[in-house]
């Protein structure tokens, strides 16, 4: 019985034993018999893809994800064993479950069903296009008829959100090269068999500072890249718990081995730096003291104020999120000095200003230094420049500078440093606005005349706004104005700091990030556009007027011309004129000549023949010469008139004025008629006084006489012939009264013409050349200065007459010839 | 017998005067060239001169001119024949020195007592 009694009790000792064990000792793993404690060994995927994962001079395997994920293995004490391979075998490898892990997975839903993926995303990766230097790629229509180099099989270019399906889906149209690495798109562009090419952000922000392009700001089919497990991994979900809560809290902590990893790997600085006890100031080359950082960690929230619309320097974009050349500064500061500055939002400038005095808000973070500022605050050095400029409306005159507004309406914005410098430096009473947005309206609207302000932010606005009527017109000086932080001045320490930090910033990345804000680019002088509109408006102007001078001068030149050429017409007319006139004369003079000198034989030896003086004359003899002499002397007569007249035409006529007693010259006139007086029996009568006295030209008037006398006894058969002289104030009125056969009146005008004869029975037997009284007419008015008349009645005879003035003037005669 | 030199340069002219003069009863010298009557006037320093004022070589003013130059010639009449001649011969004439003149054509009848008148007027002075 006592034997089976210890035998029992054995048995139920081992069996709670066993049962002690089984309870207490369930997290033995009966997989792994032979190595330490609890360590799992994790087989890795693990291929070359820098700076992700590769391999490091001394064959370790380091990248992005092996540095964090030795940490991760380190606090959970795993060991990792790294397997190498490519891509394809890795993640064939995982399929197998070969290995337990890859790293470096782009989630997506295909793979989703292959592998299991845990849920932190290690890093979002995205394609970023970049392009060749000198092309201008702004959006993915740029990229029209480009030459894109791409990556053989690479999600980003044949995935469902890869490059080739968005220019499909866009419809734009474009060519693909494909390569067969990142390396070599980006070798492509730049020796220009591309013009754009595909790559991962990664790839890109590491390397692209070899090649020759530049980053686009296109970018697209993000992934978020993860670590992948076999599905059929039994490890699996133990692994993501822990790599999940260890990247969580990595996360949150910026001075992580994660966060700094990402940030050397992404920007290319040695990898040392990830562990080293530097932290991102000194990584920067920023030294700050330890009373400094005992300051930063002191204050771990800073808050500042912006005007909301100061752009772009400092504002608010459409979503109320900060934008800007300051905000730019301020993320770079807060990340290399370790700050936490942050914007205090929905406050106007005004509000923050005052706040800002009060020390509710501790800095200012682009402000202008002046005198009443100085007051609250301290200011860093200065990190950007502006312009400070007169902006007027389109049709206001050209402006020089802001001595040129001083008797202007200017606006200008409250608690702005252009406020204070009017009020400083200037005479002007500014009027001032609560906002920029409302002085440029007020500008633009007429309510003031100029408005100063910040060329930057003024620029930015007006385009804004589209206040397409104003313009910058002048800059207040040449000089640039400065901008700075100011800081509240019972925090002297945070200067110091900020300096540091500003001082951190290298040129190119001061340039980046003006570029990225100022698309103008302000150098004071003038535009360029307004100069060449001025001088294209003056040259258009002067080109008119000169225009219009030449044409005046054309016209002139060719009114001159032309009166040169008629003046040469005229002179050459008056040449021929002259010369005409000297051949008259020369005519007259060789026709008197010519023609008389025959004649003076004629008459001569007939007359000194009949006279006796060659002997006695029969009767026969006597009459025959007697007939040649008349003729002769008829001859004489006719030449001497047509000589008179011709000398009276061509001007040559003599006027030989001398006194005359007027009976004595009607006496001399009427001897030459007396023998057809007597023939005739025609009796003749004179009513001269005899004290009648003239001064005038005697052959003329005697002349006159004679062929008057002529005609009254040629057109006479009988009856009387009286001649009368009257005084008519200064004129003497001599008339010859005949009886005659009488004019017609229709005949009477006709009579003093040249070579009018008038037809009657005695025409033929008058003789005569139609020439006398034509003569006469022209002796009467060009030589004595007088007029002829006649008064006549058919058959009841004939009144011709002369009215003479009693002193011959020259001007009379002269006058007569011009009018003739 | 008075002298009277005659230069004329037409023949029928010359006939003229010169057979009216012979029968008035004057001795008469002939010149046909103006020359040729400067020469003869200061040479034989006849009683009057009759120039004609168209001659062929000198102009009769210069005739007139050239004549008178000559201190003997100073008181011979100098009687021009013109020949109803242009404006201002009148003028010309007188202003060269001579006494009188007489138009062409030559009146018989009346050229003596016109010569005469002319030959008087200038001894009177």
């Given at each position: 019985m006592l034997k089976q009694i210890f035998q029992f009790t054995n048995i139920n000792i081992c069996i709670i034993a066993l049962l002690y064990a089984l309870v207490f000792m369930d997290n033995i793993s009966f997989a792994n018999t032979d190595h330490p404690k609890d360590s799992l060994i994790i087989r890795v995927g693990s291929y070359n893809n820098r700076p992700k994962i590769y391999f490091n001079e001394s064959g370790q395997v380091v990248g992005l994800f092996p540095d964090v994920l030795n940490i991760i293995a380190q606090k959970e004490e795993w060991k990792l064993q790294y397997i190498q391979g490519s891509w394809s075998e890795c993640l064939n490898r995982l399929k197998q479950n070969e290995i337990d892990i890859m790293v470096d997975v782009a989630f997506s839903k295909a793979r989703a069903q292959k592998y299991i993926f845990n849920k932190e995303t290690f890093l979002v990766n995205w394609a970023t296009v970049y392009a060749r230097k000198?092309?201008?790629?702004?959006?993915?229509?740029?990229?029209?008829?480009?030459?894109?180099?791409?990556?053989?099989?690479?999600?980003?270019?044949?995935?469902?959100?890869?490059i080739k399906r968005i220019m499909y889906q866009f419809a734009i149209d474009c060519d693909f090269i494909e390569v067969d690495s990142y390396k070599e798109v980006l070798t492509l562009i730049s020796n220009g068999k591309a013009d754009v090419g595909v790559v991962n952000r990664i790839f890109g922000s590491?390397?692209?500072?070899?090649?020759?392009?530049?980053?686009?700001?296109?970018?697209?089919?993000?992934?978020?890249?993860?670590?992948?497990?076999?599905?059929?991994?039994?490890?699996?979900?133990?692994?993501?718990?822990?790599?999940?809560?260890?990247?969580?809290?990595?996360?949150?902590?910026?001075?992580?081995?994660?966060?700094?990893?990402?940030?050397?790997?992404?920007?290319?600085?040695?990898?040392?730096?990830?562990?080293?006890?530097?932290?991102?100031?000194?990584?920067n080359n920023i030294s700050l003291t330890i009373a400094e950082k005992e300051w930063i960690r002191n204050h771990p929230n800073i808050n500042f104020g912006i005007d909301p619309e100061f752009a772009p320097f400092e504002f608010l974009n459409n979503e109320g999120e900060l934008n800007g050349i300051t905000f730019e500064y301020i993320k770079l500061l807060n990340e290399r000095l370790g700050l936490n500055m942050k914007v205090e939002k929905n406050l106007s400038w005004n509000m923050v200003i005052s706040k800002a005095k009060n020390k509710e808000i501790d800095i200012l973070p682009c402000v202008s230094i002046t005198k009443e500022r100085k007051k609250y605050f301290k200011f860093s050095r200065p990190y950007v420049n502006f312009y400070r400029a007169i902006i007027t409306r389109t049709d206001m005159p050209f402006l020089t500078g802001i001595n040129d507004i001083e008797n202007m309406t200017v606006a200008v914005q409250e608690n702005s440093s252009h406020k204070d410098y009017l009020l400083e430096y200037t005479t002007i009473k500014p009027i001032i606005y609560q906002t920029l947005k409302d002085a440029l309206y007020a500008t633009s609207n007429g309510n003031v005349q100029a408005f100063v302000g910040n060329i930057a932010s003024s620029a930015y606005w007006i385009r804004k706004l589209n206040l397409v009527n104003l313009k910058i017109a002048a800059p207040t000086t040449q000089e640039a104005q400065t901008l700075h932080f100011a800081i509240r001045n019972d925090w002297p320490e945070l200067i110091s700091i900020i300096n540091k930090g500003l001082k951190s910033l290298t040129p190119q990345e001061e340039r980046d990030i003006r570029k990225k804000w100022v698309n103008v680019e302000y150098k004071p002088g003038i535009a360029p556009g307004i100069v060449w509109r001025y001088i294209f408006q003056i040259i258009i102007v002067a080109g008119i007027i000169v225009l219009l001078f030449l044409f005046w001068n054309f016209r002139l030149k060719r009114e001159i011309k032309r009166r040169i050429q008629a003046d040469k017409d005229l002179s050459e007319a008056n040449e021929r004129l002259k010369k005409l006139d000297q051949l008259k004369s020369m005519f007259i003079a060789s026709m008197s000549h010519e023609l008389r000198t025959p004649l003076n034989s004629i008459i001569g030896f007939t007359g000194v023949i009949l006279l006796g003086m060659t002997g006695p004359l029969n009767e026969k003899q006597k009459d025959q010469l007697t007939r040649v002499n008349n003729s002769a002397k008829h001859l004489l007569n006719l030449i001497t008139d047509?000589?008179?007249?011709?000398?009276?035409?061509?001007?040559?006529?003599?006027?030989?004025?001398?006194?005359?007693?007027?009976?004595?010259?009607?006496?001399?006139?009427?001897?030459?008629?007396?023998?057809?007086?007597?023939?005739?029996?025609?009796?003749?009568?004179?009513?001269?006084?005899?004290?009648?006295?003239?001064?005038?030209?005697?052959?003329?008037?005697?002349?006159?006489?004679?062929?008057?006398?002529?005609?009254?006894?040629?057109?006479?058969?009988?009856?009387?012939?009286?001649?009368?002289?009257?005084?008519?104030?200064?004129?003497?009125?001599?008339?010859?009264?005949?009886?005659?056969?009488?004019?017609?009146?229709?005949?009477?005008?006709?009579?003093?013409?040249?070579?009018?004869?008038?037809?009657?029975?005695?025409?033929?037997?008058?003789?005569?050349?139609?020439?006398?009284?034509?003569?006469?007419?022209?002796?009467?008015?060009?030589?004595?200065?007088?007029?002829?008349?006649?008064?006549?009645?058919?058959?009841?005879?004939?009144?011709?007459?002369?009215?003479?003035?009693?002193?011959?003037?020259?001007?009379?005669?002269?006058?007569?010839?011009?009018?003739? | 017998m008075k002298k009277v030199l005659v230069i004329e340069d037409n023949d029928n002219n010359m006939e003229l005067i010169t057979f009216i003069l012979e029968s008035n009863n004057y001795q008469t010298i002939k010149a046909k060239t103006g020359q040729e009557g400067i020469d003869l006037a200061i040479k034989d320093l006849p009683d009057f001169i009759l120039l004609d004022i168209q001659l062929p070589d000198i102009m009769g003013t210069e005739v007139l001119k050239e004549i008178r130059k000559n201190r003997a010639c100073d008181l011979i009449p100098i009687i021009a024949i013109t020949s109803y001649a242009m404006a201002g011969d009148r003028e010309n004439l007188l202003n060269a020195g001579c006494d009188g003149y007489i138009e062409k054509p030559i009146d018989p009848v009346v050229v003596m007592d016109q010569i005469e008148n002319f030959i008087q007027s200038r001894s009177q002075e």
């Open positions: 000198d092309l201008r790629i702004d959006s993915l229509i740029d990229l029209k008829k480009k030459r894109i180099a791409v990556m053989k099989g690479s999600i980003h270019t044949d995935g469902d959100n890869g590491l390397f692209s500072k070899l090649y020759d392009v530049k980053k686009t700001s296109i970018i697209f089919n993000p992934s978020h890249i993860k670590f992948a497990f076999p599905k059929q991994s039994t490890i699996a979900q133990k692994l993501i718990e822990k790599i999940d809560y260890h990247l969580r809290e990595m996360k949150k902590n910026s001075d992580s081995i994660y966060n700094r990893a990402i940030y050397i790997y992404l920007s290319g600085l040695p990898r040392e730096l990830i562990f080293s006890k530097k932290d991102k100031t000194e990584i047509v000589i008179d007249i011709s000398k009276i035409e061509a001007g040559k006529i003599d006027i030989n004025p001398q006194h005359i007693v007027l009976s004595e010259l009607v006496n001399e006139s009427v001897i030459s008629v007396e023998p057809q007086l007597a023939a005739k029996a025609i009796e003749l009568k004179k009513i001269i006084p005899d004290d009648i006295k003239l001064y005038t030209d005697k052959k003329r008037l005697l002349q006159c006489m004679i062929n008057y006398l002529s005609n009254a006894v040629k057109y006479s058969e009988k009856g009387s012939i009286t001649i009368i002289a009257k005084k008519l104030d200064h004129k003497i009125k001599i008339s010859i009264i005949d009886t005659g056969i009488g004019i017609s009146k229709k005949d009477l005008p006709k009579l003093f013409n040249s070579f009018e004869r008038l037809d009657s029975h005695l025409k033929i037997k008058a003789g005569g050349t139609g020439l006398g009284l034509y003569l006469i007419r022209k002796l009467a008015t060009e030589v004595l200065g007088g007029n002829v008349f006649v008064e006549s009645e058919i058959g009841k005879g004939s009144t011709f007459g002369l009215i003479i003035p009693i002193t011959i003037k020259l001007e009379d005669t002269k006058d007569q010839t011009q009018n003739s | -």
